[in-house]
């Protein structure tokens, strides 16, 4: 996963737009969100969820606040 996000991250534009930056660090905290639900529940490296998920409730909550239409824009996406 980490290999995956470095080469998203070596795409990104020098001048990325802001709500593009948003979809894709949506996108990263869901997909590790997603594997640590998968791989890690009842183990001890479990509670690196809790972080993750309100990192991306920040996240969420200052797309919705700054996007003129949210449920289009607020979403996990690889914009570049």
């Known amino acids: 996963m980490e290999e ?4 998203i991250q ?3 534009p020098a ?10 660090e949506i996108y990263m905290l869901t997909e590790q969100m997603g594997l640590l639900e998968r791989l890690c529940r009842g183990q001890r490296e479990y ?5 993750t998920q309100e990192r991306l409730a ?3 909550q200052a797309c919705r606040e700054s996007s003129p239409n949210a449920v ?3 979403v996990p996406r690889v914009a570049w």
Not at 4 to 7: A, D, P, Y
Not at 15 to 24: G, I, K, N, P, S
Not at 47 to 51: A, Y
């Open 4 to 7: 995956r996000f470095e080469g």
């Open 10 to 12: 070596r795409r990104r």
């Open 15 to 24: 001048q990325a737009d802001r709500l593009a930056t948003q979809q894709v």
């Open 47 to 51: 509670e690196f969820l809790r972080p």
């Open 58 to 60: 920040r996240t969420l």
């Open 72 to 74: 289009n824009d607020c």
